[in-house]
């Protein structure tokens, strides 16, 4: 448990690339926020708010919230890649500096985006750092804060109240978007509870603790060492006793489904994958960014817990969603 979030790969591989952004800015910011007030005249009559998730999974929360008084971008948008390797680009930065609410996930997952909003300026931009949101402090070693079912409806009602200060005439209707997301995230709170009722105790083995706050949630045991975790996602070599511990789950058939992340792989977690399938082990993919198209939050929350229940239950891979 020794890791700090201060070693995540993430803020290695943007810090450059944001101290040249930041340089950038200034110029850019006013440009951006001539082009976005254009982009809205012409929108109509309605002034829509210029909103951003860092994650896509923030942002579709976001326009669930918002509706049709909003405009919302998701930087971090591609379940085919990498976002431990996402660079901020000037496009990006214009985007944010243009955007008038925020929502990033904090935990050192998306630093480039505290920095862009601080080099742009920005006053009266309303940002909702989840981390901060919920009270957790720099160390917290698991940044994926999403898969924690209490988090997104304590963002949602932050997203709820943010708006209807930029726009009071319309709180009543933020309100009520906000009382129909309520609704409809309990079928994930519901899908967590129902595992949990019949696989509490259940093992699996994972890569990196992408949806290791689900599992917590149900009650899964995660066979996998802590370290192991850690490193596969800082991007360092896991020790070769981890390694043989990892392996030996699979050889020795102590685990009923291997999670794997889709987003982030490499020649050791694909060597397990292999040793998984060679084992009859199942295989559950979970993902860093929201699946598009087709999902929304709730209904990719309630997939990831769904192809968990068939392979405790059936022994029925589910590797992509």
Same mark, same amino acid.
């Given at each position: 448990m020794g890791i700090r979030v201060l070693s995540y790969r =993430? @803020?290695?591989?943007?810090?450059?690339?944001?101290?040249?952004? +930041?340089? =950038?800015?200034t110029g850019c910011s006013s440009a951006a926020k001539s082009e976005t007030a254009a982009a809205d005249a012409s929108q109509g009559s309605v002034k829509k708010i210029v909103a951003v998730g860092a994650e896509n999974e923030y942002a579709d929360v976001i326009g669930q919230i918002g509706g049709r008084y909003v405009s919302v971008t998701g930087i971090m948008s591609n379940p085919n890649t990498d976002p431990h390797t996402f660079e901020a680009d000037p496009k990006v930065a214009q985007v944010v500096s243009a955007a008038q609410l925020v929502v990033q996930n904090g935990v050192g997952y998306d630093d480039f985006m505290t920095k862009i909003e601080q080099a742009s300026g920005g006053s009266g931009r309303q940002v909702i750092d989840v981390q901060k949101l919920l009270g957790l402090p720099d160390s917290t070693a698991n940044p994926h804060l999403w898969y924690q079912p209490s988090t997104m409806p304590a963002v949602a009602r932050a997203i709820a109240a943010d708006l209807s200060t930029l726009d009071p005439a319309?709180?009543?209707?933020?309100?009520?978007n906000l009382a129909t997301f309520d609704t409809?995230?309990?079928?994930?709170?519901? +899908?967590?509870?129902?595992?949990?009722? @019949?696989?509490?105790?259940t093992a699996v083995a994972t890569t990196e603790p992408v949806a290791d706050y689900l599992?917590?949630?149900?009650?899964?045991?995660? =066979?996998?060492?802590?370290?192991?975790?850690?490193?596969?996602m800082n991007g360092v070599d896991p020790s070769p006793q981890d390694v043989s511990l990892e392996k030996s789950?699979?050889?020795?058939?102590? &685990?009923?489904?291997?999670?794997?992340?889709?987003?982030?792989?490499?020649?050791?977690?694909?060597?397990?994958?292999?040793?998984a399938h060679q084992n009859h082990?199942?295989?559950v993919g979970v993902y860093e960014t929201m699946p598009t198209p087709g999902y929304s939050y709730q209904t990719w929350? &309630?997939?990831?817990?769904?192809? =968990?229940?068939?392979?405790? +239950?059936?022994?029925a891979s589910a590797p992509v969603l």
């Open positions: =993430l @803020r290695g591989a943007t810090a450059a690339g944001v101290t040249a952004l +930041a340089l =950038l800015m319309h709180k009543a209707y933020y309100t009520a409809s995230v309990q079928a994930y709170t519901s +899908a967590v509870a129902a595992l949990k009722a @019949r696989y509490a105790g599992l917590d949630a149900a009650g899964i045991d995660n =066979l996998t060492p802590w370290s192991f975790q850690a490193d596969v789950l699979f050889t020795e058939h102590k &685990v009923k489904a291997f999670v794997y992340n889709q987003q982030v792989t490499d020649s050791l977690t694909d060597s397990l994958l292999q040793l082990i199942p295989v929350m &309630v997939a990831e817990a769904s192809a =968990l229940t068939d392979a405790f +239950a059936h022994g």
